[in-house]
Structures are given as C-alpha cells and as structure tokens.
C-alpha cells in the first residue's frame, strides 16, 4: 500500500499555508477589505464557478442552521447569511478568517458567529449542536486527518440534516494538465503532485483527491445522495491574473455542449450531497 506523504504534515504548516495566502484574495485588484473589493471577488468566484450557487442553494436554507468548515475569506457565508440562514463559519486561517469577520461588517451582517478552529477537533471549538446543513467547499482535502473531520461532523448532525462537501477530483483534466504540463519530479508521487500545483500558490502542504468510488469510503457512515463532477478552468492564467478572461485555444474553438459534457466527467470538484446513513 503506497504510502500516505500527509497525515505527518504538522498542520501548522497548513494553518501558515493559508495565512500567506487566503484563498481568492487576489479576485480582485480593489483595495482589501473594502466593499468594492469583496464585490468584486463575490463576481469572480461566481463567474468563474457557476457551480457553486447551484451546488449550495443558498435560497434553501432561509431560516435554517447552516455550519461551514473553511469560510476561508467568505464568500459562500455572506451568500448563506444573505439569504437568511443562521451560520456557524470556521477557519484555520486567522488571516482568512479576519477578512471574512470584515466582510460580514462591511455588509451589516449579524447572522453570522464565527470561530478560528481546526476542524479535525472541531468539537473543542463549536458547541455541538444539530445544524440543519453542513456545508464544506474545498476544505478537508487540505487537512492533514480528514477522517477526523468526517468523524467530527456527524456530531453536528442528525437525520434530516444534509451535508454537502466538495473534495478534488483525482479523475481530472487538471490533474491530466498537471502531468502534461510539470510531470512528476523524480520519486515524487501523483499525490505530491496534485498538491504541488492544486493551489493558485504553488506547494500546498495538503491536497488529497477522490474519485466517485473512493469518495464513498471516505464518507464512512453516511449516505450519498447525489454526486456531481463540475469545473475544468478553461482561461489562460496570464490574462485571468489581469482580471481578463481568454480562454486557452484548445477550449476557445469547442463547443459549449462538449466542455460541460467534459466538466461533467472530467471536472475538478466532487460535489457531494449526503445524509448519515
Ligand atoms: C481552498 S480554501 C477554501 C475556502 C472556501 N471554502 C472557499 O471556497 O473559498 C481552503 C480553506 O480550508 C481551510 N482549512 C484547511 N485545513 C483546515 C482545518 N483543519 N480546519 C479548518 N479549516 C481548514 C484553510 O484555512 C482555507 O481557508
């Protein structure tokens, strides 16, 4: 059995990771933390991610309990609040969480508690309460223990509650990009790879990826309902840094029909909706 390059990584690493850089902060050019700013990188995350309003419905959850593991800078929080949930938002990220506590000033939103917490001892920081979702988007693949998340979050569930998460997809163009483009380093396996180049920074210390099948093993106790594969980046990175977004020539030419085709096989986020089983 291949060895795990994960669970030893001390997760101050990952904590420092993710202080150096919150995740999105750079969708926008504005001023950080002002209004303008978090408009603009609310625009961008939806514009380049459809997907995720549709995987989330923020609208079904008005008036319900709404737990997320790794706000990061917010933007999936404000959209929930927006819509009247009552949300419980964690981080490991002082500096991401900071900047998510702003926003949700900035926007005069007071249905929102936050906590900087590690979420594989989630417990230690949240009461444990039922919550009506638990939503975590692109967040426990990045943590050394996920298992222990896994563990944690049936904690604050019961049998009417709905989980939705959104791991990597290991079956992927981007990781297919990723052996194309960089190739694996001498001794260097597929996982340290993915993580080398799974981040806008390059070297994140923690990057698991999943498959439709292996998805199920992980989610140990609980219920799949509903599965989807969505997300190939299809922009030129140089333009995109410019806030321009030309689409690299091999998807500028193809029909819009054969790239959801290819999203929906070949996508980097599994989306998954559950329920304890
Ligand atoms: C890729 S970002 C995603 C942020 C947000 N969900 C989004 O979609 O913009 C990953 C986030 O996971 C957080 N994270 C990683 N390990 C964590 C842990 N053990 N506990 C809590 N948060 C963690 C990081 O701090 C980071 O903000």
Redesign the pocket.
């Known amino acids: 059995m291949a060895t795990n390059p994960f669970n030893t990584i001390e ?1 101050e690493k ?2 420092s ?3 150096a850089r ?3 902060i750079r969708h926008s050019p504005s001023p950080v933390g002002t209004r303008q700013y978090f408009d603009e990188v609310e625009a961008r ?1 939806y514009f380049v991610e459809p997907h ?1 309003p549709l995987f989330a419905e923020f609208e079904k959850w008005r008036g319900k309990k709404v737990l ?9 929080t404000i959209s929930f609040a927006r819509a009247g949930a009552q949300v419980t938002a ?4 002082t500096e ?1 969480l900071a900047l998510a506590k702003k926003r949700a000033e900035v926007f005069g939103l007071d249905n929102i508690t936050f906590h900087q ?4 001892q ?1 417990s230690d920081y949240v009461p444990v309460e039922r919550y009506d979702l638990v939503y ?5 693949h ?3 223990h996920p298992e222990r ?1 896994i563990e944690q979050i049936h904690r604050y569930m019961d049998r009417d509650s709905t989980f939705k998460i ?1 791991v990597y997809h290991r079956n992927s163009w981007k990781v297919f990009w990723m052996l194309l483009k960089y190739g694996r380093k001498k001794g260097e396996t597929l996982d340290e790879l993915i993580a080398r180049y799974s ?1 806008a920074e390059t070297g994140c210390p ?1 990057t698991y990826s999943y498959t439709a099948e292996t998805v199920k093993a992980f989610l140990k106790g609980f219920d799949i309902i509903d599965t989807r594969i969505d997300h190939i980046f299809p922009y030129s990175i140089p333009e995109y840094k410019n806030y321009e977004y030309k689409k690299v020539w091999y998807f500028r030419y193809l029909p819009h029909a054969l790239f959801r085709w290819m999203e929906q096989r070949w996508g980097w986020h599994l989306c998954v909706t559950a329920r304890l089983a």
């Open positions: 997760l990952v904590q990771y993710w202080n919150p995740c999105n995350k995720i997320e593991i790794g706000c990061g800078l917010g933007t999936d964690v981080d490991l990220s991401s917490a590690n979420a594989e989630l975590s988007f692109g967040v426990i990045h943590t050394p998340v959104m981040e923690v």
